[in-house]
T-cell receptor
Framework: QKEVEQNSGPLSVPEGAIASLNCTYS??????FFWYRQYSGKSPELIMS????GDKEDGRFTAQLNKASQYVSLLIRDSQPSDSATYLC?????????????FGAGTRLAVHP | AAGVIQSPRHLIKEKRETATLKCYPI?????VYWYQQGPGQDPQFLIS???????DKGSIPDRFSAQQFSDYHSELNMSSLELGDSALYFC??????????????FGAGTRLSVL
């Protein structure tokens, strides 16, 4: 079992809809959680970071964290075709120190006009 | 704002050759991380440096070595290259050392092709 699990998709949503991406992690000691967006052949781009239980909103993006359930999600409102990319859930290693990131396999999102 | 700079962007090598990848972190960032991303895979952590000292080590082959220099730039040296080393290599940097909330910013990556 991977330490960070994501649905690989593709997740297909119409333009203007809400896209919901989910992630579970195994290390209960993890403290920091990130969502990165990656276009094909490009580098991961930070979308959201979240550290406490609850919701965190930034523009069209909302991250949700539930440490008891070891669950992180990302909601994208008013989805645009330019949001079509792979979304990587990343968790800090939880072992302290210099927090390497453990990535999920990524969810491919396709927003169609 | 300045970002993480990686060079070269593309590199083509033959089997058994050596390669050196360079990374220049965001100014004032003290930690550098190297990740390898194979085709269709998620980034895998290789190694990291904090204040010029190795801080963590992941699934890095013994054929690879890395260091961080006094100006905080880092180099990943890869020897006896194999076909399976063909991948995107990303460098990321962060500020704050041991703080668990460090946010890592990624460079554009080096695409290594081993023929």
């Amino acid at each position: 079992q991977k330490e960070v699990e994501q649905n690989s998709g593709p997740l297909s949503v119409p333009e203007g809809a809400i896209a919901s991406l989910n992630c579970t992690y195994s290390d209960r000691g993890s403290q920091s959680f990130f969502w990165y967006r990656q276009y094909s052949g490009k580098s991961p781009e930070l979308i959201m970071s979240i550290y406490s239980n609850g919701d965190k909103e930034d523009g069209r993006f909302t991250a949700q964290l539930n440490k008891a359930s070891q669950y992180v999600s990302l909601l994208i409102r008013d989805s645009q075709p330019s949001d079509s990319a792979t979304y990587l859930c990343a968790v800090n290693s939880g072992s302290g120190g210099y927090n390497k990131l453990i990535f999920g396999a990524g969810t491919r999102l396709a927003v169609h006009p | 704002a300045a970002g993480v700079i990686q060079s070269p962007r593309h590199l083509i090598k033959e089997k058994r050759e050596t390669a050196t990848l360079k990374c220049y972190p965001i100014p004032r960032h003290d930690t550098v991380y190297w990740y390898q991303q194979g085709p269709g895979q998620d980034p895998q952590f290789l190694i990291s440096f904090y204040e010029k000292m190795q801080s963590d080590k992941g699934s890095i082959p013994d054929r690879f070595s890395a260091q961080q220099f006094s100006d905080y730039h880092s180099e990943l040296n890869m020897s006896s290259l194999e076909l399976g080393d063909s991948a995107l290599y990303f460098c990321a940097s962060s500020f704050g050392g041991k703080l668990a909330k460090n946010i890592q910013y990624f460079g554009a990556g080096t695409r290594l092709s081993v023929l």
